[in-house]
């Protein structure tokens, strides 16, 4: 995938923030979502779609004004339909993307520029502290019923302080406004640190 500005429909995402390398199922109910998804299957290979957020989660029926501009292009794994004319299906997110001129009545249609994370100019600084967030997730992550504990031993194996970062992000049960700014973040480092602030903080609250 280059970095030119191309087109693709846009599932608007009510109360979860996928990142980049992680991999998550998507709950479908509203017609718009739907038309979305029919219209990406439709497009050359059927398989990609844009994925971003709404600001406000009881907002049924969001504009372009309620959506976050920096979301994620994902590849869909997999469709299943459900009762009532819903749908789930299962993405991978590729790569961080910038939205522009989302519009679109039946469903939401938007340009999107590749956003990568910039590059690391201290490799040993950025893998001491994501070592930091990795070991205050496991005591996060271990007093939170709501995570699967399984994600620590795909955490164990992985040595990308990219993805490692992205993939506790993903885990967090903060509010959508304390995790899309990580999402935002291109800088590696700061992304971590910011992390790791959430974290410690979650840890301090749950009395850890």
């Known amino acids: 995938?280059?970095?030119?500005?191309?087109?693709?429909?846009?599932?608007v995402l009510r109360d979860v923030i996928i990142f980049p390398g992680t991999i998550a199922p998507v709950f479908i109910g509203r017609e718009k979502s739907l038309n979305a998804l029919l219209a990406a299957k439709r497009i050359d290979d059927g398989q990609h779609i844009l994925l971003t957020t709404q600001?406000?989660?009881?907002?049924?029926?969001p504009t372009s004004n309620d959506l976050y501009k920096?979301?994620?292009?994902?590849?869909i794994i997999q469709t299943v339909k459900?009762?009532?004319?819903?749908?789930?299906?299962?993405?991978e997110a590729i790569n961080r993307v910038r939205l522009s001129n989302i519009s679109g009545t039946d469903m939401f249609v938007s340009e999107y520029t590749i956003t990568p994370d910039k590059e690391v100019t201290n490799l040993d600084a950025l893998n001491n502290i994501t070592i930091e967030v990795l070991e205050a997730f496991k005591e996060y992550a271990r007093a939170n019923k709501k995570i699967n504990l399984e994600v620590l031993?795909?955490?164990?194996?992985?040595?990308?302080?990219?993805?490692i970062c992205n993939l506790i992000?993903?885990?967090?049960?903060?509010?959508?406004?304390?995790?899309?700014?990580?999402?935002?973040?291109?800088?590696?480092?700061?992304?971590?640190?910011?992390?790791?602030?959430?974290?410690?903080?979650?840890?301090?609250?749950?009395?850890?």
């Open 1 to 11: 995938m280059t970095t030119e500005k191309k087109t693709l429909p846009l599932l």
């Open 82 to 91: 459900l009762p009532n004319n819903n749908a789930k299906i299962l993405v």
């Open 55 to 61: 600001k406000r989660q009881d907002l049924e029926e």
């Open 70 to 75: 920096v979301g994620v292009i994902a590849k």
């Open 153 to 163: 031993n795909v955490l164990s194996e992985q040595r990308n302080p990219s993805y």
């Open 169 to 208: 992000a993903s885990h967090l049960t903060s509010k959508i406004d304390t995790k899309q700014p990580l999402l935002e973040q291109l800088d590696i480092q700061k992304r971590a640190e910011t992390l790791l602030e959430i974290v410690t903080s979650e840890n301090t609250q749950m009395d850890i």
